[in-house]
Every structure is written in C-alpha cells, then in structure tokens.
Antibody, heavy 123, light 110 residues
Framework: EVQLLESGGGLVQPGGSLRLSCAASGFPFRDYAMSWIRQAPGKGLEWVSSVSGSGGDAYFADSVKGRFTISRDNSRNTLYLQMNRLGADDTAVYYC????????????????WGQGTLVTVSS | QSVLTQPPSVSGTPGQRVTISCSGSYSNIESNTVNWYQQLPGTAPKLLIHNNNQRPSGVPDRFSGSKSGASASLAISGLQSEDEADYYCAAWDDRLNGPRFGGGTRLTVL
C-alpha cells in the first residue's frame, strides 16, 4: 500500500524557516515525481512545488520561488521542502503527493496524498 | 484568482444529476489533460477523474468527466449525501510552466 507521511509542521515566526519531510513507502520512490500542495485555512488547493524522480528537475509556484527549496533523498524514500523567509500567507496545511511518472513536465497527477502537516506563521 | 475558473458552489437533491464546470484557456485545459480531485470534509484530497474522463479503480461510475476546448466538466449522477465535498479541477499550464488547480466547488446535497 502506498503511504505518504508528512512531518515538520508547526508554529514559526514571520521571517523564520521550517523544513517539512514526507516519508514514502509502498512504491519505488525514485520512479515518481513528487509534489507539495498547500491549503490555507478555509481556502482552496495551491500547488507549491514538484521535483522529478531523480531530483534533478524542480518547479516552483511564483509565490514561493526564491524562498522554498524542494529536494528528495531517494535512498531514504523521503521528500523535503525547505521553507525560508516565511510570511503569514504561507500559513496552510502542506500535503505531499505522488506523481504518475518520473517527469514533472505536464504533471497534474497527484495521487495519493499524505494527511498533511500544518504550518502556522505567526508572532 | 486561479487560471482555472470553477463555480464556488453547486447543490442538488439526492438522486439528482449535477455538473461542475472548469473554465481555462489554450495554455492549460485546451493543451493538456484535466484531472479532478474530491476533498471530503476534514480529509486530504483524492484523485477522482484523470486524463479528462478516466476513473481510477474504486471510483463509482456515477462520476464522469469531459473536456471540450478550453473547458472541462465533472458530472455526478444519482447524487448521494456522501458526495458532499469540495471538488477541484487541475491542469498543467504551459505558459506558467506548472500545474494549476481551480478555485474549488463546494457541493451541497440538500
């Protein structure tokens, strides 16, 4: 069974940093692109970032470009999201999701999703 | 605003058929496939329709998807109370060079 388990969320002050992790199991991790999608309280889904199976190709939403970094450790079956210079607009539940193929180009497949981890940016 | 436009809400009575629209442009829906996601209250989203009109294993055939030009639709027939959820369309956008979600549509079963 494919499982994704996010961790690392919490309360952080504006301007601070946080690193999220997503532990994957039940599938050949390196063979699939992985993504982060977030959902602000009471709002819709917003794609954040995706990384190719090899980790060599990454894409970011304009809202996080230059502040967030996505990476993966295929030896540990783990996806990461390093978030810097956090602001109130980054407050959200962050989900990781598995892609369909190794490539990110053309990606709109997110299945399954983890249970999410809440990031709250507040002083 | 999202580049994919959905109605904020739709409603229907049990047994009824409802449709949810997703309007985009050449750079997203017209040039790429559309997926639909269902988010039940308090849970993570789930893939409902992929490749415009394909249902993953386990999704009832009451759910169907279609695409024409720069618009897509999700239809739910034989509406049931457990269908009450938020529904999102998604498509890759060639101009923005990334996937995009619609704003989401809340389905209420009256």
């Amino acid at each position: 069974e494919v499982q994704l388990l996010e961790s690392g969320g919490g309360l952080v002050q504006p301007g601070g940093s946080l690193r999220l992790s997503c532990a994957a199991s039940g599938f050949p991790f390196r063979d699939y692109a992985m993504s982060w999608i977030r959902q602000a309280p009471g709002k819709g889904l917003e794609w954040v970032s995706s990384v190719s199976g090899s980790g060599g190709d990454a894409y970011f939403a304009d809202s996080v470009k230059g502040r967030f970094t996505i990476s993966r450790d295929n030896s540990r079956n783990t996806l990461y999201l390093q978030m810097n210079r956090l602001g109130a607009d980054d407050t959200a539940v962050y989900y990781c999701a598995k892609g369909l193929v190794p490539s990110v180009v053309g990606l709109n497949w997110f299945d399954p999703w983890g249970q999410g981890t809440l990031v709250t940016v507040s002083s | 605003q999202s580049v994919l436009t959905q109605p904020p809400s739709v409603s229907g009575t049990p047994g009824q058929r409802v449709t949810i629209s997703c309007s985009g442009s050449y750079s997203n829906i017209e040039s790429n496939t559309v997926n639909w996601y269902q988010q039940l209250p308090g849970t993570a989203p789930k893939l409902l329709i992929h490749n415009n009109n394909q249902r993953p294993s386990g999704v009832p055939d009451r759910f169907s998807g279609s695409k024409s030009g720069a618009s897509a639709s999700l239809a739910i027939s034989g509406l049931q109370s457990e269908d009450e959820a938020d529904y999102y369309c998604a498509a890759w956008d060639d101009r923005l060079n990334g996937p995009r979600f619609g704003g989401g549509t809340r389905l209420t079963v009256l």
